[in-house]
């Protein structure tokens, strides 16, 4: 599929003093996505079943990649998922990938990463190199800096430590009796990463 000028309902918009292609309906292919307009802001979900390419800016709600790769120049999207992701810049809240090569990536939210090149990531809108994330069956735990998120609580790692149990009790069902399992764990994983921006455990 090719997304042009001459795409089905595409028009333009002036977006930040820039002058944007807009599609209000969702983009799905199950072969390879290539976008050929310098700027395009889709409304809806991007779903490429191979591959996504163009040397273009991207926006969209949610951009999903199965296939081989999800290339760009620069993209912003509350949500990603792809198996390699090459670009300039990302910015996402949830990002999930296997490989990413880009300069700059901004996620409030990193998943299963096994391989980066990244000069500058954000995670939680802070600077860092170095992450942690723990799957325990009810949440997901991402360890940064000196900032630790379960599920969708993130505190500093020492107001995770200092917790009163009414606290803990009050997040979540059966949160107390899994905060008496993980908490050691999880602070003991949190020295090892030393904190960039001081406190931590």
Request: hydrophobic share 40%; aromatic share 10%; charged share 25%.
């Amino acid at each position: 599929m090719v997304i042009n000028t001459n795409y089905p309902g595409i028009y333009t918009e002036t977006i930040d003093n820039e002058e944007w292609y807009v599609l209000d309906e969702s983009i799905v292919c199950d072969d390879d996505i290539e976008i050929i307009v310098p700027r395009l802001k889709v409304r809806g979900h991007i779903k490429a079943g191979k591959g996504l390419y163009g040397n273009l800016k991207l926006k969209a709600h949610v951009i999903t990649v199965t296939g081989n790769c999800f290339k760009v120049n620069e993209f912003e999207a509350r949500s990603v998922v792809a198996n390699k992701i090459v670009c300039r810049r990302l910015v996402t809240n949830r990002l999930k990938a296997d490989i990413i090569e880009a300069e700059f990536v901004q996620a409030n939210e990193a998943i299963v990463v096994q391989t980066m090149h990244v000069p500058e990531m954000k995670i939680f809108g802070f600077p860092t190199e170095k992450y942690l994330l723990v799957y325990t069956g009810k949440y997901v735990v991402v360890i940064v800096d000196n900032h630790m998120k379960i599920g969708c609580k993130r505190y500093l790692i020492e107001e995770w430590k200092n917790f009163p149990d009414n606290v803990i009790d009050g997040m979540d069902l059966e949160s107390l009796e899994w905060w008496g399992r993980w908490k050691e764990p999880l602070l003991q994983l949190a020295n090892t990463l030393p904190p960039l921006l001081g406190g931590g455990v």
